[in-house]
């Protein structure tokens, strides 16, 4: 069965804090992907990852794949309370066109 | 550049009717997926349209359906409709080479009484 599993599922932290959402994978593959989702709006492209050892990095987030592992962290520097939303990894599995999606983490970032 | 657009923004419907939503897929992209995102959960894939093909399907009955046009549009029908159709539905669309990165719309919102 192709499954993703994301933790923490929710988060509440301070602003300036650091802190990294982990998203592992059941099934082979070399295309991972990470959305932003505000309450009531669609999804927000925030990170492609392609390959084993992908590193992307768009201000205070980063992200990162390790394909062996089966296994993508969504790291948080310094957070801001702008990026309070809920956070998706996906997963394209090889020789399939859909994405499976995990849960979601739901990040609140107290002023 | 527009990006993918959706319509209508809500619908309510009730139980045992028929309804269709619309995708306009971002410019240059020339394939499209639908997905079900219940309240609080990720979204499910729905279906995959490309060359005015369903590409591949999930895990849903037959009462969901779809049409890709040769302008790459899509609809999603969904018939009989049922309390637990209740969600957002979502467009994607993207390239068939590439990153395969999909991009979404705004959503249609669906509400079965």
């Known amino acids: 069965e192709l499954k993703v599993e994301q933790n923490p599922l929710f988060l509440s932290m301070q602003e300036g804090k650091n802190y990294t959402i982990y998203c592992n994978y059941s099934t082979t593959s070399d295309r991972l992907y990470w959305y932003r989702q505000d309450p009531g709006k669609s999804l927000e492209s925030l990170f492609v990852l392609l390959s084993n050892g992908a590193v992307k990095q768009e201000g205070r987030l980063m992200a990162s794949l390790d394909t062996k592992a089966r296994l993508s962290t969504l790291h948080i520097t310094a957070a801001v309370h702008d990026l309070s939303a809920t956070y998706f990894c996906a997963v394209n599995p090889d020789s399939n066109y859909q994405l499976i999606w995990g849960a979601g983490t739901k990040l609140i970032i107290k002023p | 550049d527009a990006g993918v657009t959706q319509s209508p923004t809500h619908l309510i419907k009730t139980r045992g009717q028929q309804v269709t939503l619309r995708c306009s897929p971002k410019s240059g992209h020339d394939t499209v997926s639908w997905y079900q995102q219940a309240l609080g959960q990720g979204p499910q894939f729905i279906f995959q349209y490309y060359e005015e093909e369903e590409r591949q399907r999930g895990n849903f009955p037959d009462r969901f359906s779809g049409h890709q046009f040769p302008n790459y549009s899509s609809e999603l029908n969904v018939n009989a409709l049922l309390l637990g159709d209740s969600a957002l539905y979502l467009c994607?669309?993207?390239?068939?080479?590439?990153?395969?990165?999909?991009?979404f719309g705004p959503g249609t919102r669906l509400t079965v009484t």
């Open positions: 994607a669309s993207s390239l068939d080479r590439g990153s395969y990165e999909q991009y």
